[in-house]
């Protein structure tokens, strides 16, 4: 069970150029999000996908695109990467539980290091 | 989401309890208060939540006050490992998109 998994882990772009950053969850969740998270700074939505075949936007959502591919993918696009875009990426994915009291938990994964030049 | 304010920075002596304080003195009555940590360079993880009785799994304590307007994440015996970014958050677990809204956080250091 490996969880949330991201590809890849570190990235150098120049300016312009268009990338995909890949993320697959194995915990069966509906929802998916797409972070970023600048130095010494929190994390802030990007886009979120509250179920397979649903997309919405988060908070930051411009010069990206999303795909929710299936329930286990979702990948966020940069079709030309910017200065701007320079940050660690993170991945997470949750699932309701109703039991005992309603629960939302989001797991994380590991971030992908983005740089562009 | 309520806003959440919390010291910056704090330090324990290994073996000892840490005592995070938060405050949020504008969280309404659906909101719940949700801890994640954030261990250098890795992704945020989660610790606890509650609405507004105490609660305590196997990583820590969350005491809320009465009148919900501060709350404090206790971890029992801290240890090294526990060197992090703590984040406070306030939400609704029926917002749109259940964004997590990170502030500031507490970056707590553990010393031997």
């Known amino acids: 069970n490996a969880g949330v998994t991201q590809t890849p882990k570190f990235q150098v772009l120049k300016t312009g150029q268009s990338m995909t950053l890949q993320c697959a969850q194995d915990?069966?969740?509906?929802?998916m999000y797409w972070y970023r998270q600048d130095p010494g700074m929190g994390l802030r939505l990007i886009y979120y996908?509250?179920?397979?075949?649903?997309?919405d936007k988060g908070e930051v959502p411009n010069g990206y695109n999303v795909s929710r591919l299936n329930k286990r993918e979702f990948s966020l696009r940069l079709e030309s990467a910017a200065p701007s875009q320079t940050s660690v990426y993170f991945c997470?994915?949750?699932?309701?539980?109703?039991?005992?009291?309603?629960?939302?938990?989001?797991?994380f994964g590991p971030g992908t290091r983005l740089l562009v030049l | 989401d309520a806003k959440t304010t919390q010291p910056p920075s704090m330090d324990c002596a290994e073996g000892r309890a840490a005592n995070l304080p938060c405050n949020h003195s504008?969280?309404?009555?659906?909101?719940?208060v949700y801890w994640y940590r954030q261990i250098h360079s890795q992704g945020p993880q989660y610790i606890i939540h509650?609405?507004?009785n105490n609660e305590t799994n196997e990583m820590a304590s969350l005491i809320i006050t009465e009148d919900r307007k501060s709350s404090t994440l206790i971890l029992p015996h801290a240890t090294l490992r526990d060197t992090a970014v703590y984040y406070c958050?306030?939400?609704?677990?029926?917002?749109?998109?259940?964004?997590?809204?990170f502030g500031g956080g507490t970056r707590l250091m553990v010393k031997p």
């Open positions: 996908s509250a179920s397979e075949g649903t997309t």
């Open positions: 997470a994915s949750s699932e309701w539980v109703r039991a005992g009291g309603p629960k939302e938990t989001q797991y």
């Open positions: 509650g609405l507004k």
């Open positions: 504008t969280i309404s009555g659906n909101e719940y």
């Open positions: 915990m069966n969740h509906n929802s």
């Open positions: 958050i306030v939400r609704s677990l029926y917002n749109a998109g259940n964004m997590l809204t």
